[in-house]
């Protein structure tokens, strides 16, 4: 193996790992919330809306995270193929992404018109 090859391994090593462990952290952030929701009381109050918005902050961060890091990767070496490969994931990744937050902020507009008539 060459010098060149031997350093392209070892960075995409590093690169799968970063990406593992971010995954860890949203995979955690999910069970948590998934959990929480099971387990909060209905109408959900100001400290149990504070707790799941930290949740959605540490799994949306984690995302930000692997895909500046993949993104960092890219800049570094670019293959036209696996650009446009990535390309089409994060197109699929971006059309379920906004399917939540849509979902989230029909949840958020729920939770402040409850807190609003609370008030």
Known sequence: MSPEERR???VLARLREEIANERS??????TEALGFLGSAPEPLGR??????????HA???AFEALVERVVRQLDL????????EEGERLIQIEQRL???LDRFVAFL???IDELAADG
């Open 8 to 10: 392209a391994v070892a």
């Open 59 to 61: 799994y949306y961060t």
């Open 98 to 100: 906004t399917v939540a």
């Open 25 to 30: 952290v949203q995979a955690r952030c999910h």
């Open 47 to 56: 400290s149990e809306l504070v707790h799941l918005a930290a949740l959605i």
């Open 77 to 84: 070496e670019v293959d036209p193929d696996r650009v446009h």
């Open 109 to 111: 507009s729920g939770a």
